[in-house]
């Protein structure tokens, strides 16, 4: 049986074209996915999994009493992950969080958690995927690379697709990248500026200055000429709808949340010419959802404590690689994520040396770390749910296989039912 | 004895990363689509390095073994997928943001 329209739930497009070919609860063709999307279907598992305790195979409720007494014992807990999960299950999350007096973070703290700070201090100039799709005739891609790790952007979204106002696709648009390196995207781009590593804060304030019409008395700015920023400038003020993409390579230099500041700065400021915004590349399928689940729950989007009985937000105080490294945490719960393989050493040491409980459909190096395993079903493919897409657009995903694993769901709600009884 | 070299350490995601997640990370798969450092060709030939060659990386906070290859990258810098070589060389001071700082490192190569 062919599935049509099925959502890709592997990175922040979510795709919503995908066809998947199911036979005997098998799947035996993807269609249209890129080769990360395709990879996850294929790879599924619909096999049942029992939970492990101490590596041991045991049943679920002795894996939920297990889990909730190292919870409970814990001063304090840290939840983390929540990227690659439904919103009905982050929203679990959150209410565990809550009755544990535990702190919460996503993996937004480690990859658009400066955007948020950033935001937070200029406001966002944002725009659907959708808007970009039909009207964007000026592309900038800042610190990003969309053909390796977004795939189908420019396919479906941005630089070769047709829109209403745009019928002319890839023709219609001027494609800018701004990185340290030339990569897959930028040889397709009409215009590349390479800048040195760690000035793209000095760039962005060059371009501001140059908008306002000031005259910089240098040649070039962080390894650009400055003839080049203005010609930027002037393809800027110029356009009639134009978007700048962001990336990791923004969040992740020196400056941070401060080159976002600048960046969104300079998008507001080009409104007085033209209509012109931005958007975070968001990375995993519902990372944007854990940032809105998160806001809509307790006010904040990452970083956020309940210890005091009330939520508190604090990114380096209660971010998931702070209470680590610094060694606050005293025990875990993962949720669909693997700061084991992703995380700076010293804070995966510490996740190494607490009591933690990891649910996660893979057998993920904190899984194999992890005191407490509960493989869970595939939200996306083996369950349903909902995501957020980059442009926070919620969308439905499918359950096209079926699987005897629990949900994350409702495995949060065991443990939130057991954490009640045992505190009553 | 041992030779020297200073680099710019950027980190990041690869399409082949993205794909190879999904079929485990003790898949042989995962060790060959991130146990990998790129060095620009003007920088492989000025040290005199052969490609496939294992070097040692270190920074202020650690260091990691990885095999060299050719890549794309301007002159001084070099480029290391995610992965466990990556986490092992970036440092877990976030400077009050949560995020550790992952481009921009100071880098140096040991050839042996
Ligand atoms: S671009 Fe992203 S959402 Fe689309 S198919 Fe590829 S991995 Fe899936």
Not at chain 1, 303 to 319: D, I, K, L
Not at chain 2, 26 to 49: I, K, N
């Amino acid at each position: 049986m062919m599935i049509e329209n099925v959502v890709c739930p592997f990175c922040g497009c979510l795709c919503d074209d995908i066809a998947v070919e199911v036979e005997d609860n098998r799947i035996t063709a993807v269609k249209k996915a890129c080769a990360s999307g395709r990879s996850l279907f294929v790879n599924v598992h619909t096999q049942a999994a029992k939970p492990t305790v101490d590596g041991e195979e045991v049943e679920w409720p002795q894996a939920i009493d297990a889990a909730v007494r190292i919870l409970n014992d814990a001063a304090n807990p840290l939840i983390y992950g929540l990227s690659s999960t439904a919103s009905e299950a982050q929203r679990k999350a959150i209410a565990l969080a809550d009755l544990l007096g535990a702190t919460i973070d996503s993996t937004s703290s480690v990859c658009h958690g400066p955007t948020t700070i950033g935001i937070q201090s200029q406001g966002e100039p944002t725009c659907t995927l959708g808007e970009v799709k039909h009207r964007a005739d000026l592309l900038i891609f800042w610190g990003c690379n969309p053909a390796e790790s977004h795939q189908r952007h420019f396919a479906r979204y941005s630089a070769l697709t047709r829109g209403k106002l745009t019928p002319g696709g890839r023709k219609d648009r001027t494609v800018v990248m701004v990185d340290v390196r030339p990569t897959l995207s930028s040889k397709r781009a009409d215009v590349f500026l390479q800048v040195r590593p760690g000035y793209d804060f000095e760039l962005l304030n060059a371009l501001r200055a140059l908008l306002k019409g000031q005259n910089l008395d240098v040649d070039q700015v962080g390894g650009v000429e400055v003839a080049r920023l203005q010609d930027l400038v002037e393809r800027m003020k110029s356009c009639r709808f134009g978007v700048i993409f962001f990336g990791m390579g923004v969040t992740q230099t020196g400056g941070k949340h401060l080159n976002v500041a600048e960046l969104v700065a300079l998008v507001a400021e080009l409104n007085a010419y033209t209509r012109f915004t931005a958007m975070p590349m968001r990375g995993h399928g519902n990372v944007a959802g854990a940032d809105c689940t998160l806001t809509w729950q307790t006010g904040y989007p990452f970083a956020v404590s309940f210890a005091r009985g009330y939520p508190q937000y604090n990114p380096g105080e209660f971010t998931a690689v702070d209470v680590l490294a610094r060694g606050e945490a005293d025990a875990a719960l993962i949720i669909a994520s693997d700061p084991m393989a992703h995380f700076p050493r010293r804070a995966a040491q510490r996740l190494a040396q607490i009591p933690t409980i990891v649910l996660d459909p893979e057998m993920s190096l904190t899984a194999q770390a992890a005191r407490v395993v509960l493989p869970t079903a595939i939200y996306g493919v083996s369950a349903a749910g909902t995501a957020y897409r980059m442009d926070n657009v919620p969308l439905p995903l499918k359950k096209i296989v079926e699987s005897p694993r629990p949900t994350d769901e409702q495995v949060l709600d065991w443990m939130i039912e057991r954490v009640k009884t045992c505190s009553a | 004895m041992a030779t020297m070299a200073e680099f710019i350490l950027i980190t990041g995601r690869t399409a082949k990363q993205g794909a190879a997640l999904h079929k485990g990370k003790d898949s042989s798969e995962y060790r060959q689509a991130t146990g990998f450092v790129q060095m620009s060709r003007e920088d492989r030939e000025r040290l005199g390095v052969e490609e496939g060659r294992r070097v040692r990386l270190r920074t202020a906070f650690g260091e990691a073994e990885l095999e060299l290859r050719e890549g794309d990258v301007p002159p001084g810098m070099l480029f290391v997928p995610l992965g466990p070589g990556a986490n092992a060389l970036i440092g877990a001071d976030t400077e009050g943001t949560g995020m550790p700082d992952s481009k921009g490192l100071p880098v140096e190569v040991e050839l042996r």
